[in-house]
């Protein structure tokens, strides 16, 4: 007999039938927004579909806590040209997609051909940046994409125009999940919106989706890695977290993802029953302030190097995040490769910072203006508002300032937001996706940074085409030290632990190496 809980909760009565059926090994999850599509070219938040239903030709493998290694996906193993511009990946046979249709190089260069069609109107086009004629392509100037070639039925050759070290670690996103060519090409635009327009070669199989209620996956028994030991997953749209911690606590759910609702971690960690079954890890991500050094006064490096001094970075991972993480010191956080655990402290000196602001001409304090996003919760609230009145004893003067979504990205990426508080978690394994990310030419001024420092975009420029591990690390580590501390160019804050409640029945959960809420249920075990 199937059991089906009611819950009342703010005047709403919630009706769920999520037991398993007779012998059934179902795993139950929430997610607070609903993805809208399985199609990871058209999302850039929403991984939970694609690391299921689809593959990459690479796979970025947790094996340790916070730590991950690149192994063969799809592809079972690849060759790099002398020059590091030529990539041949030699497909594994015999692996299906869920139509039935075999795996072939042709639909390798479907699927990124596709994503730099202007017509797909794509969201992650920035992963093939470096394949030789992707801008061609994306600008309606070419009809194909010179660098995509099929060698072989299984073998792939993408050329890049020049070399890009980072770019196996890139192959292993959701972003580059493969595509059959066949099932999705008649589709256009309706691809991943449905059961019946989404396929790929993953351990699971879309079998149901209500828009903003629930999607249910099935296990894929010709998947070539072996069948899931998962029969089944149900994930529910649950936007409340005290909802989410009620059906949780009710057994409605198997796993609670502590992102989701962090005022509960207190709670579980002192519970009699979950602290025993808290899984965390720490995730490869940093919070960070910006610091717009074209706006005054962060034109002077002395006022910039008095911000940093003046914030107690401790105090606020306490008080907010309940002490779940680690002080960070540089722009690559824990876990990263070429990560630095010896980087040099951000010293905390609020009298220090006061004689700066003093030598800099400020000796009455300074006014400043601290940006944040209406709507994006009470976190960022609370952040700004602790900086605020510890920066006040350093002469700081903090006006918080609200700004709604679309103006906040709209004048940020022209270089005029003032500076605020925001986190990023790693999309790939590569100090690129960090480092470059933020103080490139480019990046410095999409982020309101502005930090324009030449020597700078060109080491990461140059650090983006060096093929020597070693000496890139090097490379990434003196940075580290100019940007933080020479150029005093942002406030690295922390990163946090990843912490997860998992009713008992749940085994082999492994916390993702990342810093995504989403993850790949394949190896997980359900008793």
């Given at each position: 007999?199937?059991?089906?809980?009611?819950?009342?909760?703010?005047?709403?009565?919630?009706?769920?039938?999520?037991?398993?059926?007779?012998?059934?090994?179902?795993?139950?999850?929430?997610?607070?927004?609903?993805?809208?599509?399985?199609?990871?070219?058209?999302?850039?938040?929403?991984?939970?579909?694609?690391?299921?239903?689809?593959?990459?030709?690479?796979?970025?493998?947790?094996?340790?806590?916070?730590?991950?290694?690149?192994?063969?996906?799809?592809?079972?193993?690849?060759?790099?040209?002398?020059?590091?511009?030529?990539?041949?990946?030699?497909?594994?046979?015999?692996?299906?997609?869920?139509?039935?249709?075999?795996?072939?190089?042709?639909?390798?260069?479907?699927?990124?051909?596709?994503?730099?069609?202007?017509?797909?109107?794509?969201?992650n086009?920035?992963?093939?940046?470096?394949?030789?004629?992707?801008?061609?392509?994306?600008?309606?100037?070419?009809?194909?994409?010179?660098?995509?070639?099929?060698?072989?039925?299984y073998?792939?050759?993408?050329?890049?125009?020049?070399?890009?070290?980072?770019?196996?670690?890139?192959?292993?996103?959701?972003?580059?999940?493969?595509?059959?060519?066949?099932?999705?090409?008649p589709?256009?635009?309706?691809?991943?919106?449905?059961?019946?327009?989404t396929?790929?070669?993953?351990?699971?199989?879309?079998?149901?989706?209500?828009?903003?209620?629930?999607?249910?996956?099935?296990?894929?028994d010709?998947?070539?890695?072996?069948?899931?030991?998962?029969?089944?997953?149900?994930?529910?749209?649950?936007?409340?977290?005290?909802?989410?911690?009620?059906?949780?606590?009710?057994?409605?759910?198997?796993?609670?993802?502590?992102?989701?609702?962090?005022?509960?971690?207190?709670?579980?960690y002192?519970?009699?029953?979950?602290?025993?079954?808290?899984?965390?890890?720490?995730?490869?991500?940093?919070?960070?302030?910006?610091?717009?050094?074209?706006?005054?006064?962060?034109?002077?490096?002395?006022?910039?190097?008095?911000?940093?001094?003046?914030?107690d970075?401790?105090?606020?991972?306490?008080?907010?995040?309940?002490?779940?993480?680690?002080?960070?010191?540089?722009?690559?956080?824990?876990?990263?490769?070429?990560?630095?655990?010896?980087?040099?402290?951000?010293?905390?000196?609020?009298?220090?910072?006061?004689?700066?602001?003093?030598?800099?001409?400020?000796?009455?304090?300074?006014?400043?203006?601290?940006?944040?996003?209406?709507?994006?919760?009470?976190?960022?609230?609370?952040?700004?508002?602790?900086?605020?009145?510890?920066?006040?004893?350093?002469?700081?003067?903090?006006?918080?300032k609200?700004?709604?979504?679309?103006?906040?990205?709209?004048?940020?990426?022209?270089?005029?937001?003032?500076?605020?508080?925001?986190?990023?978690?790693?999309?790939?394994?590569?100090?690129?996706?960090?480092?470059?990310?933020?103080?490139?030419?480019?990046?410095?001024?999409?982020?309101?940074?502005?930090?324009?420092v030449?020597?700078v975009f060109?080491?990461?420029?140059?650090?983006?085409?060096?093929?020597?591990?070693?000496?890139?690390?090097?490379?990434?580590?003196?940075?580290?030290?100019?940007i933080?501390?020479?150029?005093?160019?942002?406030?690295?804050?922390?990163?946090?632990?990843?912490?997860?409640?998992?009713?008992?029945?749940?085994?082999?959960?492994?916390?993702?190496?990342?810093?995504?809420?989403?993850?790949?249920?394949?190896?997980?075990?359900?008793?």
């Amino acid at each position: 007999m199937r059991k089906v809980a009611l819950f009342i909760i703010f005047g709403l009565v919630l009706v769920f039938s999520a037991s398993p059926s007779m012998g059934e090994k179902l795993l139950r999850i929430p997610y607070a927004d609903d993805p809208k599509t399985a199609d990871c070219q058209k999302t850039t938040e929403s991984y939970t579909l694609p690391l299921n239903l689809f593959d990459t030709l690479v796979q970025a493998v947790t094996v340790s806590p916070g730590k991950s290694d690149l192994v063969p996906g799809l592809a079972e193993k690849w060759e790099i040209s002398k020059d590091g511009k030529v990539y041949t990946f030699y497909l594994r046979k015999g692996v299906l997609f869920h139509n039935g249709e075999e795996l072939t190089a042709e639909d390798v260069v479907f699927t990124f051909g596709r994503m730099l069609d202007p017509k797909t109107k794509a969201l992650n086009t920035d992963i093939l940046d470096f394949v030789d004629g992707a801008k061609e392509r994306l600008d309606a100037k070419a009809d194909s994409v010179r660098g995509l070639k099929v060698l072989d039925k299984y073998v792939v050759q993408i050329t890049l125009k020049e070399a890009y070290a980072p770019f196996i670690a890139v192959m292993a996103s959701p972003q580059a999940s493969i595509f059959n060519k066949k099932f999705t090409e008649p589709l256009g635009d309706q691809f991943g919106l449905t059961p019946e327009t989404t396929c790929g070669t993953g351990p699971f199989i879309l079998k149901e989706y209500v828009l903003n209620d629930r999607q249910v996956l099935t296990a894929n028994d010709k998947y070539y890695k072996g069948r899931p030991k998962i029969d089944r997953i149900l994930i529910r749209v649950v936007s409340d977290s005290e909802t989410m911690r009620i059906l949780f606590e009710a057994d409605e759910i198997d796993v609670f993802d502590c992102d989701y609702a962090m005022s509960q971690i207190p709670y579980f960690y002192q519970h009699k029953k979950w602290k025993n079954l808290i899984k965390s890890g720490p995730r490869v991500g940093i919070y960070y302030f910006s610091i717009n050094q074209g706006v005054k006064p962060f034109d002077d490096v002395r006022v910039r190097k008095a911000f940093q001094m003046a914030i107690d970075r401790q105090k606020i991972l306490e008080k907010r995040f309940f002490g779940k993480g680690r002080i960070e010191n540089g722009v690559m956080p824990r876990g990263l490769v070429c990560f630095n655990p010896e980087q040099q402290p951000v010293e905390y000196n609020p009298e220090k910072a006061k004689k700066l602001l003093a030598e800099a001409g400020y000796p009455d304090g300074v006014d400043i203006t601290l940006v944040q996003v209406s709507g994006w919760g009470a976190k960022w609230v609370d952040i700004n508002e602790i900086a605020q009145a510890m920066t006040k004893k350093a002469g700081f003067n903090v006006k918080i300032k609200q700004l709604d979504e679309s103006a906040y990205y709209a004048t940020r990426k022209t270089g005029r937001v003032e500076n605020y508080c925001q986190s990023w978690s790693a999309d790939f394994n590569d100090p690129d996706n960090f480092l470059y990310t933020f103080f490139s030419e480019r990046g410095s001024v999409a982020r309101s940074f502005n930090n324009n420092v030449p020597e700078v975009f060109e080491a990461l420029d140059r650090g983006r085409t060096m093929t020597d591990p070693a000496k890139r690390c090097e490379l990434y580590q003196e940075l580290e030290k100019k940007i933080v501390h020479e150029n005093a160019a942002w406030l690295p804050l922390f990163s946090l632990d990843h912490t997860y409640v998992v009713q008992p029945r749940v085994k082999n959960f492994v916390v993702p190496w990342n810093g995504w809420s989403d993850m790949c249920y394949f190896k997980m075990e359900i008793e």
